[in-house]
């Protein structure tokens, strides 16, 4: 016999006997729907959604960690450990109070499923500001000190109701803020007008205007200021 027949002889021996060997049970992590999409909602509500996790395989599949891509959206899983065949909720809580327009986050699900060790759904759609803000900060710029600087920021109702304003407020002594509108019906906006007298003190300028309306689930709206001052 030659080496290349033998060699043949060993690899079809080895073959057949790998093809009666049993199979490695393993499990196989499936997701239901991996992506949701929640359309559009208002500003400041909160969503709750459940993906099903679905063990496809025939060995235990363990759910070993969950992450998310922002402090925005917490997820639970009700049972680690999932049979052959049977599958487990994954809850989620998305709040929408800090966000406008389109978004999308994730959540990483992380199992001991050998071919797909990582796995990531998805929640995405729109957020309907009702109170839109222009500048979403304001940059004061440098005042010097003895005087006094004027800025303005816009309220602009994208809502379909009337919105109050209920004050405009800012912890900074060295800033005063006035709206001159207390209801802003749809369509219509809203002028705040923003003085800035710098104290002798004072060489950099760092705070925040706060908007309370009435607008459920956002009733307050922050806008970020900050400056120099020169002597």
Aim: charged share 20%.
């Amino acid at each position: 016999m030659t080496r290349n027949s033998l060699s043949v002889l060993v690899l079809a021996v080895f073959l057949t006997l790998a093809s009666s060997l049993p199979a490695l049970a393993a499990p196989i992590l499936a997701v239901d729907k991996p992506v949701f999409d929640f359309g559009t909602i208002p500003q400041g509500k909160k969503l709750d959604y459940v993906f099903r996790l679905i063990n496809k395989g025939d060995a235990p599949l363990t759910i070993t960690k969950t992450r998310t891509s922002c402090g925005c959206t917490v997820a639970s899983v009700s049972s680690k450990t999932i049979a052959p065949g049977k599958s487990t909720e994954l809850k989620i809580t998305f709040d929408s109070a800090s966000f406008g327009g389109k978004v999308s986050k994730t959540i990483t699900v992380e199992s001991n499923d050998p071919a797909t060790p990582t796995t990531t759904l998805t929640i995405k759609g729109t957020i309907n500001e009702e109170l839109v803000v222009t500048p979403r900060q304001l940059n004061l710029g440098q005042t010097k000190v003895g005087s006094s600087k004027e800025l303005s920021v816009a309220l602009e109702n994208h809502g379909e109701r009337t919105i109050r304003i209920l004050s405009v407020t800012t912890p900074m002594p060295q800033v005063k803020a006035i709206s001159k509108k207390q209801t802003l019906k749809p369509g219509e906006t809203a002028q705040v007008n923003v003085t800035v007298t710098p104290r002798p003190e004072d060489r950099f300028l760092s705070g925040f205007l706060v908007v309370a309306t009435d607008i459920p689930g956002k009733p307050e709206i922050t806008v970020p200021l900050y400056g120099s001052v020169a002597k």
